[in-house]
């Protein structure tokens, strides 16, 4: 998995901030993974969890494929841009059979 976070500062007041976080997820496996596989992003700041969020790809991922997940979006924090000591990233895969 690959992803970037990218970080914008609010233009009503300058100082709140919030994140996206956008990225791709590679299929090294020998099965299909469903468009309904589970990507579960847990971010830390300050030794606390400052936020959770669930994304899942935006189509089926074939063996040796890769495709975009649904973007992340993080909670507007009010007092400027957070630093994330630790991101947890955990996926529950759902396979699919195939049937030719």
């Not at 020998?30 to 830390?44: A, C, E």
């Not at 649904?70 to 895969?93: A, N, T």
């Amino acid at each position: 998995m690959s992803y970037q976070i990218e970080r914008k500062i609010s233009t009503i007041n300058g100082v709140s901030c919030y994140a996206f976080v956008s990225g791709t997820l590679n299929n090294d496996s020998h099965q299909i993974l469903g468009r309904r596989t589970v990507i579960d992003f847990n971010f830390f700041s300050d030794g606390k969890q400052s936020f959770r969020d669930l994304t899942s790809p935006v189509a089926d991922i074939p063996q040796g494929s890769r495709a975009m997940f649904e973007m992340v979006v993080s909670p507007v924090h009010k007092d400027g841009c957070v630093s994330y000591d630790r991101i947890d990233v955990s996926l529950r895969k759902v396979v699919l059979n195939r049937i030719d």
